[in-house]
C-alpha cells in the first residue's frame, strides 16, 4: 500500500506545476479526502494474500490532467474503486465523471 503525504487545503490553482500521483496499479483502489481513512488504512495489519491496495488523497487529485492520468495508470487495473466524496457531486464533479467513465469501461466484457 502506498501512503501520500497530504497538503494543507490541497492543491493551489494559482501555483506552477502539476502534481502527478505515482502509484503502481493494485486490485482495490481507495480515494479519499479523508486523512483519517489513509492513515487508518495505512496502519491495518492485513493478511498477506490481501489483495494489495492503494490510497489516494482526493486532495491530491484536483488537475484534470492529474485525474486523467492518475485513471488511466492506476483506477484502469483496479477491481474495487472506493470513492468516498465528501461534499457531493459538484465537490469533484470531473473526478467523479472519470472515475465513473472507468467504471464503466472495465464492466465493459
Known amino acids: 500500500m502506498h501512503r501520500l503525504a497530504t497538503i494543507p487545503g490541497g492543491w493551489n490553482p494559482s501555483a506552477d506545476g502539476v502534481i502527478f500521483v505515482e502509484q503502481q496499479p493494485a486490485p482495490?483502489?481507495?480515494?479519499?479526502?479523508?486523512?483519517?481513512?489513509?492513515q487508518?488504512?495505512?496502519a491495518a495489519q492485513l493478511p498477506a494474500e490481501f489483495p494489495q491496495i492503494r490510497v489516494a488523497s482526493l486532495l491530491q487529485l484536483q488537475q484534470q490532467l492529474t485525474i486523467d492520468t492518475?485513471?488511466?495508470?492506476?483506477?484502469?487495473?483496479?477491481?474495487?474503486?472506493?470513492?468516498?466524496?465528501?461534499?457531493?457531486?459538484?465537490?469533484?464533479?470531473?473526478?467523479?465523471?472519470?472515475v465513473q467513465e472507468t467504471v464503466q469501461k472495465l464492466a465493459q466484457p
Do not use: H
Not at 28 to 38: Q, R
Not at 71 to 93: K, P, T
Open 28 to 38: 482495490i483502489v481507495l480515494i479519499s479526502a479523508a486523512d483519517t481513512d489513509i
Open 40 to 42: 487508518t488504512l495505512a
Open 70 to 98: 492518475y485513471a488511466d495508470d492506476v483506477l484502469s487495473g483496479a477491481q474495487v474503486i472506493v470513492l468516498r466524496l465528501i461534499g457531493g457531486q459538484s465537490y469533484w464533479s470531473y473526478g467523479l465523471e472519470v
